[in-house]
């Protein structure tokens, strides 16, 4: 999978919100270390959490599965516009059929699992899929037959509250493994500036290692 961070807010912009609660404005140092301490303490430790809703990520989440897809999408407070598989499915009727062991041919359009049985599944359904777009049948329809391990990309917003949630939930060892996998990569995506912020919620990920 591929993660980009687009755009994200100062760390100013969250730590002058807090300020605005005591007008200390004169205090702050312009996103140095006494306004990331500033937001630590009141946005981590005081548990005063909405003050980090001004800080947003916007990420490009590139060649994810279906599955993870489906899991990113329970994260309702996030935003998401995914490659829309109803206008792109024709991608597949420019390909010839794939070799049932052209794993790496095949991983343009599905993510591998590293088991032989379920690869081999995912490159028969995606055979499948193909020569029933070239009969004729409407994306529409043939979208019914896609294998979840078919690939999904897809832009992704979320404000810093919300992605210490989902860094909590899918770096834990009891998520998806894709979706683990993703947990980490957005963290490390992250400006280094900002990532103190969401350490105590990635820390089990590290811990794995
Ligand atoms: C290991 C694991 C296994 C899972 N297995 C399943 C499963 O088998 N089946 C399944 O359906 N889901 C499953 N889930 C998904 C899970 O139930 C959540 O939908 C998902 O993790 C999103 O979490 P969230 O609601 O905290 O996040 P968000 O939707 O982003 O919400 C963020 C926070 O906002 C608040 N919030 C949001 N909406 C409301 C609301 N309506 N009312 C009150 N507070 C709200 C809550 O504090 C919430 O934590 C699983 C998740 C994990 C991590």
């Given at each position: ?41 009141v ?30 999408a ?39 699992t ?18 029933i ?32 949630n ?38 089990n ?5």
């Amino acid at each position: 999978m591929n993660i980009e961070l687009l755009h994200h807010t100062p760390l100013t912009i969250c730590s002058n919100a807090i300020r605005t609660c005591w007008q200390s404005f004169d205090n702050s140092d312009n996103g140095g270390e006494k306004d990331k301490a500033l937001i630590d303490r009141v946005g981590n430790k005081f548990k005063h959490s909405s003050t980090l809703e001004h800080l947003n990520y916007n990420f490009y989440i590139k060649d994810i599965s279906r599955a993870l897809l489906q899991e990113l999408a329970r994260h309702r407070i996030a935003s998401l516009s995914v490659k829309s598989t109803r206008y792109t499915l024709k991608e597949l009727k420019e390909i010839e059929p794939f070799k049932e062991d052209d794993f790496e041919g095949a991983s343009k359009f599905i993510v591998l699992t590293n088991n032989e049985l379920v690869d081999r599944a995912s490159i028969k359904a995606l055979n499948n899929l193909r020569d029933i777009l070239k009969s004729g049948v409407s994306n529409d329809k043939a979208k019914y037959c896609l294998p979840e391990s078919y690939k999904s990309e897809l832009t992704w917003s979320i404000n810093a509250r919300s992605l210490q949630n989902f860094l909590s939930l899918r770096s834990d060892k009891s998520a998806l493994w894709e979706i683990r996998e993703l947990a980490y990569k957005i963290y490390e995506a992250l400006p280094e500036e900002h990532q103190y912020i969401f350490k105590y919620q990635i820390k089990n990920i590290k811990n794995q290692k």
